[in-house]
């Protein structure tokens, strides 16, 4: 299900532990949208990245790990921090936001229609 944009990790007002995994941000449970703690970066993280805003269902985080020497985030398939197949946000933002792009054209159309 799609999402509305929700509360940004960079609100002042808001006091969430964020973690950031190769550029992007998510809530201290490790998800970009997260009703437990109320976080939504997905516009902070689409800025940063695509640096374009659409609204989208949020990143999926593949498993991970702290690496106990520096305590940077690697992924548990590759033990690597900057992982292009596990952490490649920008193609799966890509292709989230193709599918928004898809549901919202859909809804218009239905509503088209629904109108005559």
């Avoid at 609100?11 to 939504?40: L, M, R």
């Avoid at 516009?43 to 690496?67: G, K, M, Q």
């Avoid at 992924?75 to 989230?96: D, G, I, R, S, V």
Wanted: net charge neutral; proline share 3%; glycine share 4%.
């Amino acid at each position: 299900m799609m999402h509305d944009f929700g509360t940004s990790p960079t609100d002042s007002t808001t006091s969430h532990q964020s973690v950031e995994i190769n550029d992007a941000v998510f809530c201290e449970h490790a998800k970009e949208v997260c009703d437990k703690c109320g976080f939504d970066g997905r516009e902070d993280n689409d800025y940063a990245i695509i640096e374009d805003s659409h609204p989208r269902d949020p990143l999926d985080v593949p498993a991970f790990t702290r690496n106990v020497k520096d305590g940077k985030i690697v992924c548990k398939a590759h033990a690597n921090k900057e992982c292009k197949q596990c952490f490649n946000w920008k193609k799966q933002m890509t292709k989230l936001h193709k599918e928004g792009k898809k549901v919202t054209k859909a809804k218009q159309d239905e509503a088209a229609k629904s109108n005559f």
